[in-house]
């Protein structure tokens, strides 16, 4: 009997602690869309892009919610332009960089240098030096953590080359036993 009144005070408090976060959310909530109104009239003003709002929170009931994860308000930009515009032109960057250099840069410095001259930040030098490869072949990166540029498309070829040629090399061993 004890037993089952202390699973009852202890739904109570439950409920009691879900209502309170239900407060607390939706106070976030309502202040979050105060500063978003205030945010959306100063973008307006200087011709940003515009953030539009999906999934707003519904007051859900703690009876009907039941401990279900409530969805949180997501914000999606109606442009991408800009971004796209920051990581070329932070790409172009590293390309000259790396074309006025003459021997293989650290991507730590190389990634100090393009974020004094871009003033953008870059958040992962790995993602952000394979997106410059594959931009232009003739960045390399002949060791770890070190990348260069080669003016000769040649010398990215080699590697590929020497491949074929060591692929060969079973092949004619073979052919050299098999005549012994």
């Known amino acids: 009997m004890a037993l089952k009144i202390r699973l009852e005070q202890l ?5 009691r602690v879900i209502q309170e976060f239900q407060k607390e959310r939706e106070n976030i909530f309502k202040r979050l869309r105060e500063l978003d109104e205030n945010e959306g009239q100063q973008v307006k003003a200087s011709g940003k892009p515009e953030y539009v709002s999906f999934n707003a929170l519904a007051s859900v009931s703690p009876e009907t919610s039941g401990g279900e994860a409530l969805t949180n308000e997501r914000k999606v930009r109606k442009s991408r332009s800009s971004k796209k515009g920051r990581s070329g032109k932070m790409r172009e960057e590293a390309i000259q960089i790396l074309k006025n250099v003459s021997e293989p840069i650290r991507g730590a410095e190389l990634q100090r240098m393009i ?9 992962n030098m790995t993602s952000f030096m394979k997106s410059v490869e594959k931009l232009d072949p003739r960045i390399r990166k002949p060791d770890r953590g070190l990348y260069e540029f080669v003016n000769d498309t040649a010398n990215t070829e080699e ?6 040629q060591n692929e060969n090399l079973p092949e004619e061993n073979e052919a050299v036993t098999e005549q012994k």
């Open 11 to 15: 739904e109570d408090a439950e409920i």
């Open 159 to 164: 590697p590929h080359q020497e491949m074929e």
């Open 115 to 123: 974020e004094e001259k871009t003033g953008y930040k870059i958040a």
